[in-house]
């Protein structure tokens, strides 16, 4: 298709300038007026329960202790999705339940990709089969998965040919090899969609401040009625009071619980995966592969992901910890099953980054089985406060509603609006449209790289991004990444990034692809945040 080059929109309603993300001033805030809602942690989960609650008209206060989605929000596979493999659960061991969480999981990713259509895209992904029955399993079971989606299918699954497979993953191993089946899936960045939920939420009235604490609950009448925060860059200790406290800490839910009853029993077991990074020419053609089936009977992904590659993931039991790494085992198993399926294995020097995070796993023996089956859980303590646990990602949503329907039921809150979160684009999806990237590069003479990567991780906001620095901020922060010195003040005027992995990590992804450029941007990206405005 030939590039539509135009003027490109104007600064118009599309365009709202992003507000509500000063920290110094929403820190005035949490201490002068009593909130409906207050939200520990600023992961997926609690970034979706602000957006649910500021958007139904209560008043809502967010506090997270480090960075927004530094926890398990940015160390995910980056996939919104069912889950074929809860899929292949639900096929082996004809489960219904499973299947319809598979269901209402791809009703969500249609969702998703409406509401964020800069950040969330489908992903062609293929899987290699080594025998004509192989084939036909995968072939059967990605029907069903098509058929899961109904009308939230974004492409359907289909046969591939030997060639096909190999056009698309030429590392593939080859011996044995028949074809494969492709299917699609979303794939998403999601640290950058975490900061588009609070920015969303934030113009709709929550005020969100990071490095924010939740060192005990306050309590009134025997009731949860606020939280004790300890503000990390003052050293400050202050309360901030709500009339309902949602506790959505992903992992660290257990200790949040014991803060209301030191009594609870533990309702989750964390499982620690880990991810590598490669160069892009792992995953060269666009298309993600889903290895079927690794020594330990689990599946892997290597997906392409912002111009590189990375794969993932491991499933090791582990301690709740804010910062999990991965270990030297759980690498060399990643690079001996990728060994396994490619005509020759990566080896450590192929290796650019590594990542672990935990997931917030429901222990199978804490609630009910139903709710097992669900992967997430709502609770209401002794004395009111609501934890939402488990889940996954691409649910975040879903949970959110849930968890906002519990809190005000409990705490008998008046909400002046119904969820609206179905239909409500996030910041940087107003006035969004396919081909801004290419406007954005006619416009500003961008390379397309650099281009791609500002409409896919700020939307229509990169416009403004663009605007503020005057054209001075076009430079690369790191050797060929698209990632550029412009996002370091954007980040901490717009996006409450303070300090340089703030950048790094969460706000661009460098620290993610490529651990030896972050730490080569880093003076750099020190000096721009230290920059006057
Ligand atoms: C390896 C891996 C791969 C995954 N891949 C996918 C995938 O591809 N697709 C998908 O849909 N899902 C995936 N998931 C699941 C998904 O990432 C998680 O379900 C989701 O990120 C959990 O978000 P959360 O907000 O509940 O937890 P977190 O992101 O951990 O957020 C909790 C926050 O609470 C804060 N906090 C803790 N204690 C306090 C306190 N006392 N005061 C203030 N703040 C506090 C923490 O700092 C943290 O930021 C994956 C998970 C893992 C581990």
Known sequence: MAARVHAGPELGDGFRPVSGMDRAENLVRLQRKQFDLLVIGGGATGAGVALDAATRGLSVALVERDDFASGTSSRSTKLVHGGVRYLEAALTQFDRAQFHLVREALAERAILLRIAPHLVHPLRTVVPAYSPVQAIFYRVGLWLYDRAAGKAAIGRSHFLSRKKMLASFPRLRRRGLVGGVAYYDGQFDDARMAIALLVTAARAGAAIVNRAEITSLLQNAGRIAGGCVYDRLSGRTFEVRARAVVNATGPGSDALRRMENPDAAPLLAPSRGTHLAFDRTWAPRGDGLLIPKTSDGRVLFLLPWQGCSIAGTTDIATEPSPSPEPSNGEIDYLLGQLGEWLEQAPDRAAVRATWAGLRPLIAANAVRTAD?????????????????????????????????????????????????????????????????????????????????????????????????????????????????????GWARRHEMAITADDVLARRTRLAFLDAAAAVAARPRVEELLAAPD
């Open 372 to 488: 097992v089956v669900r992967e997430h859980h709502v609770e209401v303590g002794p004395k009111g406060l609501v934890t939402i646990a488990g889940g996954k990602w691409t649910t975040y949503r879903l949970m959110a509603e849930e968890t906002v329907d519990r809190a005000i039921q409990t705490a008998a809150l008046t909400a002046h609006d119904p969820c609206r979160t179905r239909d409500l684009v996030l910041a940087g999806a107003e006035g969004f449209h396919e081909q801004w990237a290419e406007a954005l590069a006619a416009r500003h003479h961008l390379d397309g790289d650099i281009a791609d990567h500002l409409a896919q991780a700020y939307g229509a906001l990169a416009e403004n991004l663009l605007a503020e620095s005057g054209g001075n901020g076009t430079r690369r922060l790191a050797g060929n990444h698209p990632y550029i010195e412009a996002e370091v």
